[in-house]
């Protein structure tokens, strides 16, 4: 039998001093976080994130931007666009911390409970924790939160609780959650940080599953205050939060509003931003970047330019292929595409230098397959060698490299030579299909212009193969609408990952999930290797034996060229008009903007130096 160590590591402190329970001799551990690699950061005893600063004051205002509208207020449902934000008016049964790897901490749930078999945990809730009406967060509520979610919420709700199988009340404050199926030691967290805390009184009389502009009742730091569907919406501070003095809460949440103002373009919100209309910008043009941030403010220091090193695991942001459309079908087709992509070209004449080129779907991560499969990757990989291309037990995938030129042709005589061998003929100029004697068509759904930039010389090289390619722009509604329903040919899009990787596989790449409208499984993966991996995944006894069994899926999926990999940053960018004060730490996982704050002085030096520039400008 594996121990609660092997499975869910608690902090070594309290380990110390932790009591253990026995039900049916199974020990039971009760805990203040739980971490899924390596011993909490945080004790139980801790006062603040070391990154917030508990005396930071409060008030003023964050404003923001979002892009395409919204026009729904539940963001638990997949019917319509939720506002920006809505985040903020919610707690969970535990949070992770910014400066942390998949640890998360009680926040409505003061301790956890889980046995060394992973069969339940146990979440012993806040007296103190309220709606934002006043009434208590109840067990009763987490049960009802539990199976609403699962029957009407968004499909992703489902597929994430499939193992969670009820929620037992076994007091107002303390709820059992039961686990199905095997040793699952990332359920608990699931539950703790992503299943929301709704109040079973509000919905009493309400449709959970319908769209709506009425706010729902949260718990958290903020509500809705006003909006304008598709064009605003303002989140007001919860004066008598209940959570404010928590640990996790001390020194964050300092603002008295945050604003999300909706954009329709990409190319007005830098301008929008450097016209003071927001205040803070993370950047992910490259060009942007590099030649748009030379205005008058920033030269006067009113606004600031940051690049954070990023310690994140970058995943992987690719071309996605629709593999549910037979042209794509062929693996040597997409194969043969992955050296139609001249990154090193780009990088240079489009990127200014500021990208790599990713191998791996777990990119930046110890889970990255590198080199020769380890003797623990060749034993999880051996008993599907006949269902497996031979490669997958050779050197890791490497993507193509061309010199950068523009005008290396060995990279598409590669792709001629592949696609010739898998019966691909060139007719009339045109790529020739050998199923279906008819010319490769290939459309690129985008709903930002700037993606031509990216994708204009990707399609030229496509043409020298004699494949006839074109962009289709459209809304960022109807894009999402397109894409939830896998109509599409090649999207770009993106999949994060986190230091320890699990349950969120299924979703990416499970047989399942692709067969179920909107989920992450855009390519329509349907691959029995790749489900048997993803199960053994999650059912990994620690974080040692993890590693290895991610590695090999890694080597199973990018030798069957589901994608076209793209790149990434080894940074963060990040651009705010300088009226913030935040500590010296820059937290591991990224910046932490509710930990900010706005400095008065830096406020007044703000409004200063901007009718300076005025009267110069005048």
């Known amino acids: 039998m594996r121990t609660l160590k092997a499975s869910i590591v608690l902090g070594t402190a309290f380990m110390m001093a932790a009591s253990l329970s026995f039900a049916n001799d199974v020990p039971v551990t009760k805990s203040h976080g739980l971490s899924l690699a390596g011993p909490l950061k945080y004790g139980p005893d801790f006062t603040h994130l070391d990154y917030a600063n508990p005396d930071a004051p409060k008030g003023g205002s964050l404003k923001l931007s979002a892009l395409g509208g919204f026009d729904n207020l539940n963001p638990f449902i997949s019917r319509g666009q939720s506002a920006s934000g809505l985040g903020l008016t919610f707690d969970t049964l535990m949070a992770q911390p910014n400066d942390t790897a998949s640890q998360e901490y009680g926040l409505v749930a003061e301790s956890v409970e889980v046995p060394a078999d992973l069969s339940y945990a146990i979440f012993n809730i806040r007296p103190e924790a309220r709606f934002q009406d006043g009434t208590p967060v109840t067990a009763e509520d987490l049960a009802f939160s539990l199976e609403t979610v699962k029957e009407k919420g968004a499909p992703l709700f489902r597929y994430y609780y499939a193992n969670v199988e009820r929620g037992e009340i076994l007091s107002p404050q303390r709820i059992k959650f039961h686990f199905s199926g095997p040793p699952n030691r990332e359920l608990p967290q699931i539950v703790g940080q992503m299943l929301p805390v709704i109040s079973k009184a509000h919905f009493q009389n309400r449709v959970f599953d319908e769209t709506t502009l009425t706010p729902v009742l949260g718990s958290g730091p903020y509500r809705v205050r006003e909006f304008e569907a598709n064009r605003f919406v303002v989140y007001e501070r919860v004066r008598d939060y209940w959570g404010a003095d928590l640990p996790l809460n001390k020194g964050r949440y300092n603002f008295d509003t945050v604003r999300y103002d909706y954009y329709r373009d990409t190319s007005v919100l830098l301008e929008a931003f450097k016209a003071g209309e927001y205040d803070y ?338």
Do not use: C
């Open 281 to 618: 910008r993370a950047e992910n043009s490259a060009k942007n970047w590099a030649t748009g941030y030379d205005f008058p403010a920033l030269q006067k220091g009113l606004v600031v330019k940051e690049e954070i090193p990023s310690k994140v695991p970058a995943g992987q942001q690719a071309f996605v292929f629709n593999l549910r459309r037979d042209k794509f079908k062929d693996p040597a087709l997409r194969e043969a595409l992955n050296y139609a992509f001249d990154f090193e070209w780009l990088n240079k004449n489009i990127f200014y230098d500021q990208y790599e080129r990713t191998d791996s779907f777990f990119h930046n991560s110890v889970m990255n397959a590198e080199g020769e499969p380890s003797p623990e990757e060749l034993a999880i990989l051996e008993p599907f060698r006949d269902q497996l291309p031979p490669r997958v037990f050779g050197p890791a995938y490497q993507a193509p490299v061309t010199d950068g030129s523009g005008r290396d042709r060995k990279p598409l005589r590669k792709a001629r030579a592949l696609l010739e061998g898998a019966g691909w003929h060139v007719k009339d100029g045109a790529l020739i299909n050998p199923n279906t004697g008819q010319p490769l068509e290939i459309e690129f759904l985008i709903f930002d212009q700037n993606s031509q930039r990216i994708i204009g010389p990707f399609i030229n090289n496509l043409k020298k193969l004699g494949i006839t390619a074109n962009t289709r722009i459209v809304d960022s509604a109807q894009y999402t609408e397109r894409v939830r329903n896998y109509d599409f040919d090649i999207v770009t899009s993106g999949f994060w990952q986190s230091v320890s990787p699990g349950n969120e596989q299924r979703e990416f790449w499970g047989s399942a999930a692709g067969k179920r409208p909107g989920s992450r499984n855009l390519m329509g993966i349907d691959n029995p290797v790749v489900d048997d991996l993803i199960e053994q995944i999650v059912a990994a006894p620690d974080y040692e034996s993890l590693i290895p069994i991610v590695r090999a899926l890694d080597r199973v999926l990018t030798w069957n060229f589901y994608v076209i990999p793209q790149f990434t940053a080894a940074y963060d960018r990040i651009a705010y008009w300088n009226k913030f004060g935040k500590t010296d730490i820059n937290p591991s996982q990224g910046p932490d903007l509710l930990s900010w704050w706005v400095s008065p002085d830096k406020e007044t030096a703000l409004k200063s130096g901007l009718e300076s520039l005025k009267e110069k400008s005048d």
